[in-house]
C-alpha cells in the first residue's frame, strides 16, 4: 500500500471508515422496519446484520493496514449509535424491556459524555478495550435474542434463554468496562500534559 504511516492514519476514505459510514446509515432504515408491525422481523435481522458487522472494520482496518485516528473513533461511534437506536426501536415496538435497554444507555452516556468532555477538552484519546468490544458484541447479541424471543418468532425460548444469559454476562462485562475506561481516563489526565 502506497503512502506513510502518518498519510495513512490520517486518511478518511478508507475501507474500514466506509464501512463504519455504512453502519451508520443503515439505522434508520433498521429503526423504521422494527416500529413497523410488518416490517419488525426485517428490521430485527438487519440490526442483527448490522451488529454482527461491528468487529469487521477493525479487522479490515488491521488487515489492510488501513487503522486511521477518524476509523479509531468512528468504528465505537457507530457502535454506540447502533445499539442506542436499536434499543430504542426495540423497546417502543415492546420487543425488548425498557429497563434492559435503560441499563445499556445509561451507562454509555456516562461513558461518552464525562470521557467526551474532558478527553476532547485536554486532546487525549483512550483505546478501546477487549473487554469493551466483547461485552459490546454480547449485548447485541442479547438485544437480538431476546426481542427474537419476546416477539414469538420460531425458537422463541431458545432465543429468550440465550438472550438473558448473554444479556447477563455482558451487562457485567459493560459495566466493568466502563469503570476500566474511567479508570483510563483518570490516569491519562493524570499523567504529565495530561
Request: charge should be neutral; proline fraction near 4%.
Amino acid at each position: 500500500m502506497s503512502g506513510t504511516p502518518s498519510d495513512r492514519s490520517s486518511a478518511i476514505w478508507t475501507v474500514p471508515n466506509l464501512l463504519s459510514f455504512l453502519r451508520i446509515a443503515l439505522i434508520p432504515l433498521f429503526v423504521a422496519l422494527i416500529v413497523d408491525e410488518d416490517t419488525t422481523l426485517a428490521g430485527i435481522v438487519l440490526f442483527a446484520a448490522v451488529a454482527a458487522t461491528d468487529w469487521v472494520d477493525g479487522f479490515v482496518a488491521r488487515r489492510l493496514g488501513q487503522v486511521s485516528e477518524l476509523g479509531k473513533v468512528l468504528d465505537p461511534t457507530a457502535d454506540r449509535l447502533a445499539i442506542a437506536a436499536g434499543l430504542i426501536a426495540l423497546a417502543i415496538r415492546g420487543a425488548f424491556p425498557w429497563w434492559a435497554a435503560l441499563l445499556i444507555l445509561v451507562r454509555d452516556v456516562v461513558v461518552l459524555t464525562v470521557g467526551a468532555a474532558v478527553l476532547l477538552r485536554r486532546r487525549v484519546r483512550l483505546e478501546v478495550r477487549p473487554i469493551g468490544k466483547v461485552a459490546t458484541f454480547s449485548l447485541m447479541l442479547a438485544v437480538t435474542w431476546i426481542s427474537w424471543g419476546t416477539l414469538g418468532y420460531p425458537l422463541d425460548d431458545a432465543a429468550l434463554a440465550l438472550g438473558w444469559i448473554s444479556f447477563t454476562v455482558g451487562i457485567i462485562e459493560y459495566y466493568v468496562a466502563g469503570a476500566m475506561y474511567l479508570g483510563d481516563l483518570r490516569r491519562a489526565l493524570a499523567a504529565p500534559g495530561g
